[in-house]
């Protein structure tokens, strides 16, 4: 039995306080992800510091920004009428995520830091360097349905789980974070890292560092959004392809402005920036928008079981991007 020490933390100093006295400290939101992983023994924590105390509020700004606290759960993001008249990529990304009962305990921060659901990972049996650095990866040449298909690398293939990190990508979201050298922002996009030789280091977290909230700048044309998930069955199933897309067409129908991400491809909520170039200033029809799904793609590459992906993704997009634009998807 692995012994670990329990604290409860009023606030984000708190928290850092309370990490800062361990070798290996985890922060507690929900758990629904953590909790199963230490069961695993793939996380094997020596101090669990619950951050469920930290802010949980939805607060719209004057200037149309909106904060969410990092302890706020999926439920309540998801069925905050701001959120879901304002950003409902976002709203539905979140109810595509998992059943109601885990959404009910999940949180933002622990949404956003989940770790892979890779089954290799998973399965102590198996080769993972993830999991244990240098000791290889069996998903390159076993089942590999549900893998990356853009940034991976030898060392490994692994996706990020998340839908609602998805939506956060393409709106630009920022994270605000605090640790023991104070406090930073940074974008989403760039709090997750590629797996390159070490995909052990999973974000660019720093020591003891803790996700206090989220921000979403003003977009007006996210009121335009949508989020649409490709998967094994109806409910409760991780993302084959995702999509997260807003679009802005001017009154000749072409496209002003487009938001664009995908999720079960990469290792990383995937910002989808090649497509939204190629999309800019061009008429808003189907020709186009599976021409930028194809610039997207280019450099896509598949593995014995999930090559479907890659057209998979392409289809995906050029019917999201038609359903945004008014088109029969």
């Known amino acids: 039995m692995i012994e670990f020490s329990y604290a409860r933390a009023e606030d984000a100093p708190g928290a850092i306080g309370l990490s800062s006295h361990a070798a290996r400290p985890k922060y507690l939101g929900g758990g629904t992800n953590l909790v199963d992983l230490m069961r695993e023994t793939v996380e094997q924590a020596d101090a669990l510091v619950d951050v469920t105390g930290l802010s949980s509020s939805i607060e719209e700004r004057d200037d149309g920004r909106m904060l969410i606290g990092a302890a706020a759960k999926n439920t309540a993001v998801a069925a905050n009428r701001a959120v879901r008249t304002r950003f409902p990529m976002l709203a539905r990304a979140i109810l595509s995520g998992a059943s109601g009962q885990i959404r009910n305990m999940a949180t933002v921060g622990g949404n956003i830091l989940q770790r892979t659901r890779c089954t290799y990972f998973y399965d102590d049996a198996g080769r993972c360097n993830k999991r244990t650095p240098g000791a290889g990866c069996d998903a390159i040449d076993g089942f590999n349905r549900y893998h990356a298909i853009l ?119 995937w910002r989808a920036l090649k497509a939204e170039g190629a999309l800019r200033g061009q008429q808003a029809v189907r020709e186009n928008f599976r021409a930028a799904a194809e610039a997207e793609l280019v450099d896509a590459s598949g593995l014995r079981d999930n090559l479907f992906k890659i057209d998979l993704a392409k289809r995906l997009i050029e019917a999201v991007l038609s359903e945004l634009a008014g088109e029969s998807a």
Do not use: Q, W
């Open 151 to 269: 940034g991976a690398s030898p060392s490994c293939v692994a996706t990020h789980p998340s839908d609602m990190c998805v939506a956060l990508a393409a709106l630009d979201a920022l994270v605000h974070l605090e640790g023991p050298n104070g406090r930073r922002t940074m974008k989403l996009v760039d709090l997750h890292r590629l797996p390159g030789g070490r995909p052990d280091v999973e974000t660019e977290l720093a020591t003891h560092e803790l996700i206090t909230a989220i921000e979403l700048p003003a977009l007006p044309f996210a009121t335009r959004s949508t989020y649409r998930k490709v998967r094994d069955r109806a409910s409760y199933a991780f993302a084959l392809v995702s999509v997260a897309a807003a679009l802005d067409l001017d009154a000749d129908c072409r496209v002003r402005d487009v938001r664009l991400a995908m999720g079960g491809v990469a290792h990383k909520p």
